[in-house]
């Protein structure tokens, strides 16, 4: 009980620490709006050349930009948060007060990534999802069901996107500089997750295989559930698919986190 007090406190930490930066919340509700008038534009020229492109009429497949763009922070699909902070901590060695907390190093970056998460998703995900719905005809539900899933679903979607960029974040206790695979984890998450494009559009194997990778689940899986192209079973499948890879990589992570606890001289400490 007074863990779950602990980890409460600590993402309501993060929450308030996060809603300080009014300034780069409202430049980043700007920058997201406009990148997404951009990737409407462009899929509106695509789809009128191929109107059912990936399964997706163009009403759906504008939703799907607006979904994206309303995700992007709060799932950190361009990396931040957690992983950089971490790598930081631990190559100044700063770490080792983490370590000493009467916390678990994961839940307590997990409870401090929710509360980050909660404040993007509010300050960078509504205004621009508001902004999509009226200039575009979008395909977004009436049935208060559907969305309730697809908040289940962004829920999910934190705790997969969390649980990636542990991981990375702990590769700074074997790397010198982790600079290199936070950007690949950020190529990753921008191709693999559908911001660029619904996966469905990718073709053959290629398009089965990227569609059970993991970063599916933190855009290309929520927004199906908005559209109800997972309905029924689909939308149970979908759910445990994330929740299945949510508890693999925090898995790993807790597994990573013990190798390095117990056998890594923390850099600078």
């Known amino acids: 009980m007074r863990r779950s007090a602990l980890y409460l406190t600590v993402a309501g930490y993060g929450f308030r620490r996060h809603a300080t930066y009014r300034v780069a919340t409202a ?14 534009y462009v899929f509106t020229a695509l789809w009128s050349e191929r109107p059912r492109l990936g399964g997706y009429d163009e009403a759906q497949a504008l939703t799907f930009v607006w979904v ?11 990396g931040g948060g957690v992983e950089g902070e971490l790598q930081e901590r631990i190559r100044t060695g700063d770490v080792a007060i983490d370590l000493y907390r009467p916390a678990d190093l994961q839940f307590w970056w997990l409870a401090s990534d929710l509360g980050r998460a909660s404040v993007q998703l509010l300050g960078r995900g509504v205004v621009p999802m508001l902004v999509g719905a009226l200039a575009f005809e979008l395909a977004l ?18 705790l997969v996107s969390f649980a990636l960029r542990f991981l990375v ?11 290199g695979i936070s950007a690949t984890s950020v190529v990753l ?6 911001l660029l494009l619904p996966l469905t559009v990718f073709p053959g194997l290629f398009g089965e295989v990227v569609r059970w990778l993991p970063w599916a689940g933190m855009l290309q899986v929520p927004a199906d559930v908005l559209l109800e192209r997972r309905v029924g079973v689909g939308v149970l499948s979908g759910l445990l698919f994330q929740l299945g890879w949510a508890l693999v990589v925090l898995s790993l992570g807790r597994w990573a986190q013990s190798v390095a606890v117990r056998r890594v001289v923390v850099q600078g400490g």
């Open 27 to 40: 430049a980043g509700v700007f920058t997201n709006t406009v990148f997404g008038f951009i990737l409407s």
């Open 141 to 158: 539900p009436v049935n208060p069901l559907v969305w309730a899933l697809f908040l289940v679903s962004v829920g999910l979607a934190l």
């Open 189 to 194: 998450a921008t191709f693999f997750s559908g």
């Open 169 to 179: 974040g702990l590769s700074a206790f074997w790397l010198l500089d982790g600079a």
């Open 68 to 78: 994206g763009q309303a995700l992007l922070a709060s799932v950190a699909l361009f």
